[in-house]
C-alpha cells in the first residue's frame, strides 16, 4: 500500500470549494508521491505516514490527554526513534474519503 498525504493552508471560506477540486482530483492522484522534502529526509532515513482515526475530535482530544498521560509516555519511559522537530502532526475533519 502507498499512502499520499497533503498538508496544505485553505482559507476557511474556501473549504466546500477545496472539497469539490479534490473529488475531482483525488481519481487522477494515485500515484505515488514523497514528503521526503517536508521532513528534510536524509539518504539514510526513509518517510512514514500514519493515522489514527477517531470518531470524532471530542474522542481524539480525550484520547490524547489519556494518552500523554500514561507514565509509558512520560521522559525516560520510550526512547524516539527518530527526530521529533521534523515531525508534522495535524487532526483533521475529513472532508473526502475516497
Same mark, same amino acid.
Given at each position: 500500500?502507498?499512502?499520499?498525504?497533503? $498538508?496544505? !493552508?485553505?482559507?476557511? /471560506?474556501?473549504? &466546500?470549494?477545496?472539497? %469539490?477540486?479534490? =473529488?475531482?482530483?483525488?481519481?487522477?492522484?494515485?500515484?505515488?508521491?514523497?514528503?521526503?522534502?517536508?521532513?528534510?529526509?536524509?539518504?539514510?532515513?526513509?518517510?512514514?505516514?500514519?493515522?489514527? $482515526?477517531? !470518531?470524532?475530535?471530542? /474522542?481524539?482530544? &480525550?484520547?490524547?490527554? %489519556?494518552?500523554? =498521560?500514561?507514565?509509558?509516555?512520560?521522559?525516560?519511559?520510550?526512547?524516539?526513534?527518530?527526530?521529533?522537530?521534523?515531525?508534522?502532526?495535524?487532526?483533521?475533519?475529513?472532508?473526502?474519503?475516497?
Amino acid at each position: 500500500m502507498y499512502v499520499d498525504g497533503f $498538508v496544505i !493552508p485553505v482559507p476557511k /471560506a474556501n473549504r &466546500e470549494a477545496y472539497r %469539490k477540486i479534490a =473529488a475531482i482530483a483525488a481519481p487522477i492522484f494515485k500515484a505515488p508521491c514523497s514528503l521526503k522534502m517536508a521532513v528534510k529526509c536524509n539518504d539514510d532515513e526513509t518517510v512514514v505516514f500514519s493515522w489514527i $482515526v477517531w !470518531p470524532s475530535k471530542a /474522542a481524539r482530544d &480525550e484520547g490524547n490527554a %489519556k494518552a500523554m =498521560a500514561d507514565p509509558r509516555m512520560q521522559e525516560g519511559g520510550m526512547d524516539c526513534p527518530f527526530d521529533g522537530n521534523r515531525m508534522i502532526v495535524g487532526g483533521f475533519e475529513v472532508l473526502l474519503e475516497v
